[in-house]
């Protein structure tokens, strides 16, 4: 039986390449439900080679979340149901921005759940983050654009760094 909400450890699990406000959006009130949340950066993103290296994702990370006692960052290889089980998460959080998430979320949902018993809760994103990603966020700070209110300020100065390291300002 799953546990009750007060025992919960709760795996928020994601790319986060880079973090963004949804993101933060999400652990900030994981933050309140949960007595305990761990950020779970995977350590290679399934679709894509990533942006930002695992050291910089946690890196930006630990720095948002450091306002929030009960919030620690850390990483995973393979697969998210593994990783649940070797430390003991009782709860998987996903944030789900608009409805095409949902189907997807819906068979990793219950693929985790069949291969350890936990369940997966979903937080609506902010309405103010529904077309929020990283992604995007990455493709318009690329092409000059403003993401300022998108990111969290300390990711703001990663994505100015990593620019200025391939040579542009
Ligand atoms: O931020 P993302 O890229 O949407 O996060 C996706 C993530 C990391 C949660 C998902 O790709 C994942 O769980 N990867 C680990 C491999 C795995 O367990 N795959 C089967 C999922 S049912």
Redesign the pocket.
């Known amino acids: 039986m799953t546990s009750s909400l007060p025992q919960s450890h709760a795996i928020y ?4 390449d880079p973090p963004t406000n949804g993101h933060l959006d999400v652990i900030a009130r994981a933050s309140v439900i949960f007595p305990a949340v761990t950020v779970a950066v ?1 350590v290679n ?2 679709k894509r080679s990533p942006h930002f290296t695992l050291d910089e994702r946690e890196e930006m990370l630990r720095r948002c979340t450091s306002e929030f006692p009960n919030v620690k960052v850390d990483h995973f290889r ?4 593994d990783y649940v089980t070797r430390i003991e998460a009782n709860v998987i959080v996903k944030g789900l921005r608009v409805v095409s998430d949902f189907e997807n979320e819906m ?2 949902a219950h ?2 759940r069949s291969l350890t018993n936990v369940d997966t809760m979903f937080l609506m994103s902010d309405s103010n983050y529904s077309f929020v990603s ?1 992604s995007l966020i990455k493709e318009v700070f690329l092409q000059g654009g403003d993401i300022a209110r998108y990111v969290p300020d300390v990711v703001l100065e990663y994505m100015h760094q990593k620019r200025s390291a391939h040579g542009r300002k």
């Open positions: 699990p994601g790319s986060f995977v993103p399934q393979g697969l998210l149901a068979a990793a693929m985790n990283s």
